[in-house]
């Protein structure tokens, strides 16, 4: 009896245990490891991409056009049944420009989306991808994020050439921290930006998405928008990921063609043009977008030596490489470098290249390259997990979805609508001020306000910018109006941008003799209208019969730098009335000031100043700001000098036959309302076998009777070097500032890295002999310069 108990007791204990093991084997096939927060990323990765077919791995990697994927109607915002079929057929993982409103996407403030229903829309997008997908992977949602969250109701900040003009990265980065939340809160998990293409060729049109001519000043600008962007931690719920914009040198090329050919040496990309993305990178950036030119005869979406070997090898780049839109399709089209689309497939994603923006090639024609043994399934699988990773780091599949309550109160709120002006006071650059014109007195009882750009506020706001309410946006007369509610304030628009119908110069002119003084708002713009044409690619195209004022933006290179239209007429008939002028400059590129700058008193630039821009202007026109914007890239006085960039390579240079060879006004330059004095420079060296370190500092002091700021600039030249070399390179600066009569002690630390070159070897080293270190307050005119040697060369791994 004993011992049969004692059996029964063993087989029920044995019946039991085995029970047990299958509920937790039927739990851990419920609950797969990829589906685990506690488990290591790398392994939840790993799980998930083992269980993928061919099919839904190719998915991942093709980011097709969002703002397709939603249906509106009313209040109600449903999947579209283009998105139910892409996630059905293509498993797509990506997509882009979901909540993008323009002119080319054809979404208005009537059929686009607010804020709230912003969030409703991507909300809707995840649910359904989430109920009807086999393995449940959170779609990201890209978005254009340059100089504000391209979406209805975000706010504006100035574009990125007038962010470069405070020379502040960390109001840049405060402003990156804005664009951020704004399109996370909204759905958004990546933000192409920043543009860190060098501006050296003046003519081409999206010289306004950059931070200008220099690697130095576009590096500082870039590390602060990707540590603004994305922060310390991706599940935050207000951070995106950074997506480094064109790799590269896609600002220079030939004839300022957009997207064309570029001509350069591998030692000036070294020296020149891939120092600001490796800045970017090193700050974390997690991913990076390739340009549309090629470089030497090679396509950047299909160039190895960028993606692997310098991007990846050299730089430890972690994250995942995307085309721009439709680049890959150039390799058969323009480019002529692949046969068909499955080997332009191929080729691209073999380069390093991981995902397709447009979805077009990384689709059927990858599967065929795939199969036909073109590509490796290892190389897919290592693309899928550079992109997988980061929508793991991020917690999306934990909680893909986001909180409207919460879009629709912080979007656009009054502490960011006041960063917004923050940003846009310090990047006016004040270019001249001849008898001290400015500031104008708010005694002034009657003041002219003429132009083209005075109250138009698309103009005022560049390209990459949704539709706006009108209350939104502070024009230059409404800016003037609210600053001076008891003057009289006489405008006249006078003429457009471009078109010369519609011209009335002698109402100006009557307006401005009517007036104490003129101020007139020309230059440029980027505003896109639903008259223009686009190609696939999203850039404008140039019609024969166009008279809208755009002359700037993607796709609208220019032949000249002349101010367009009647704007030159306009400009010079108020002048003949011998009433104080003011000339403001609304504009995308810096445009031909050689009559301005000996004919009138004062000049402001203001780049595109985003929505308070005419208000920022109102407050330096009246001294409620003293400006102490800097110029990123040198005026020139002429086309024929392009390109005129200060740190232009040692070599023989002299005056053309019409004039001299100096810009107009040269890089880092801009005036103020006082005045600074530099003295004592100071130089420490600490050099050994292990580094070198070497400590530049003086004192600068406010001599004039107002307060302001001062942008401290430090240069250094390589007076003998093993090859050519820039004259002079930007090594440092700091934006100060010093009441009247103040001083301070500005110092900076130079490492060996600021002192290399890359040699015949193409290795990167501080070679030893003398340099040449200047401050000062721009390019062109050092205040204080001392010479240091190095006794030994040092090489930079």
Not at 86 to 106: E, S, V, Y
Not at 227 to 242: A, C, E, M, R, Y
Not at 380 to 392: G, I, P, S, T, Y
Not at 527 to 546: H, I, P, S, W
Request: glycine residues 8%; contains cysteine.
């Amino acid at each position: 009896m004993i011992y049969n108990f004692r059996f029964y007791t063993l087989a029920i204990l044995l019946a039991l245990f085995l029970c047990l093991f299958c509920l937790i084997t039927s739990a851990q096939e419920i609950t797969p490891l990829y589906k685990n927060p506690k488990a290591p990323v790398i392994e939840r990765v790993n799980d998930l991409i083992g269980r993928m077919t061919l099919e839904e791995k190719v998915g991942q990697l093709s980011a097709l056009l969002g703002w397709e994927m939603y249906e509106k109607q009313g209040t109600r915002i449903t999947a579209s049944a283009k998105f139910k079929a892409a996630i059905a057929t293509q498993h797509i993982g990506m997509l882009w420009a979901t909540l993008r409103a323009d002119p080319w996407t054809k979404k208005t403030l009537l059929n686009g989306l607010d804020p709230y229903h912003a969030a409703v829309a991507t909300n809707a997008l995840q649910k359904w991808n989430m109920e009807h997908s086999r393995l449940q992977i959170p779609v990201f949602i890209a978005e254009e994020c340059p100089h504000g969250h391209m979406a209805i109701g975000t706010t504006v900040f100035p574009t990125a050439i007038g962010q470069s003009s405070t020379w502040n990265p960390e109001l840049i980065e405060s402003m990156a921290k804005v664009i951020a939340k704004e399109a996370r809160l909204q759905g958004g998990h990546i933000g192409y930006g920043p543009v860190l293409d060098l501006a050296r060729e003046l003519r081409w049109s999206r010289v306004e998405e950059t931070y200008g001519e220099d690697p130095y000043l576009n590096g500082r600008m870039g590390v602060a928008m990707v540590k603004g962007f994305q922060g310390s931690n991706l599940k935050s719920g207000i951070n995106v990921i950074s997506t480094l914009k064109h790799f590269t040198a896609y600002g220079v090329p030939e004839g300022g063609h957009n997207g064309g050919f570029v001509d350069l040496g591998q030692r000036a990309l070294f020296q020149n043009y891939l120092p600001p993305f490796k800045a970017a990178v090193k700050a974390g950036a997690l991913s990076v977008m390739t340009a549309y030119n090629s470089i030497d005869g090679i396509p950047c979406s299909s160039n190895s030596f960028l993606l692997n070997m310098t991007l990846r090898n050299q730089w430890g780049f972690k994250g995942f490489v995307i085309s721009d839109l439709n680049s890959i399709g150039a390799l058969t089209g323009v480019d002529q470098v692949a046969a068909n689309e499955v080997e332009a497939a191929a080729v691209s994603i073999n380069s390093g290249l991981d995902s397709d923006l447009g979805g077009l090639i990384f689709s059927a024609p990858l599967l065929d390259a795939v199969k036909q043994g073109l590509v490796k399934m290892e190389r897919v699988d290592e693309a899928v997990a550079r992109v997988l990773r980061q929508k793991f780091d991020m917690g999306l599949f934990e909680d893909p979805y986001v909180q409207p309550s919460l879009a629709k109160k912080e979007v656009r709120n009054q502490d960011a609508v006041s960063l917004a002006k923050q940003v846009a006071l310090e990047s006016i650059i004040l270019l001249k001020n001849e008898n001290g014109l400015l500031p104008l007195q708010k005694s002034i009882k009657n003041i002219a306000v003429i132009g083209p750009n005075a109250d138009n506020m698309y103009n005022q706001l560049g390209d990459y910018t949704a539709p706006q309410e009108v209350n939104n946006v502070v024009t230059v007369l409404q800016g003037l109006k609210n600053k001076l509610p008891g003057a009289r304030v006489n405008y006249v628009k006078g003429c457009a941008i471009r078109d010369t119908v519609s011209v009335d110069i002698e109402a100006a002119v009557r307006a401005a003799s009517q007036s104490d003084v003129a101020i007139v708002v020309l230059g440029g713009s980027s505003a896109r209208d639903f008259k223009t044409e686009y190609l696939a690619t999203g850039a404008a195209t140039v019609g024969k019969n166009a008279v809208s004022d755009m002359e700037s933006g993607e796709g609208f290179d220019r032949q000249t730098l002349d101010l367009m239209g009647k704007q030159l007429a306009l400009l010079q008939a108020v002048v003949k009335t011998g009433k104080p002028v003011v000339l403001v400059l609304i504009e995308g590129r810096p445009l031909n000031l050689n009559w301005p700058a000996v004919h009138v008193p004062a000049i402001l630039n203001a780049w595109y100043p985003g929505q308070q821009g005419g208000a920022a202007i109102a407050d330096v026109l009246f001294g409620d700001y003293n400006p102490a914007g800097r110029l990123p890239v040198s005026i020139p006085k002429s086309v024929g000098q392009l390109p005129v960039y200060y740190s232009q390579q040692k070599s023989s240079r002299h005056d053309y036959v019409e004039g001299n060879a100096s810009p107009l006004y040269s890089f880092g330059f801009g005036l103020s309302y006082t005045a600074f004095d530099y003295a004592k420079l100071t130089l420490n060296k600490v050099e050994d076998k292990d580094g070198l370190a070497v400590t530049v500092g003086c004192y600068v002091k406010n001599v004039g009777s107002q307060d302001g700021e001062e942008v401290v600039q430090l240069y250094v030249e390589d007076m003998l070097s093993s090859v050519v070399v820039p004259v002079k390179q930007l090594r440092a600066f700091q934006r100060i500032p010093l009441k009247a009569g103040e001083e301070k002690y500005i110092a900076f630390k130079l490492s060996a890295e600021d002192f290399t070159l890359f040699d015949a070897a193409y290795q990167q080293v501080a070679e030893k002999g003398e340099f040449r270190i200047t401050m000062g307050a721009d390019s062109g005119s050092p205040k204080l310069s001392a010479k240091v040697v190095l006794e030994q060369s040092h090489k930079i791994l």
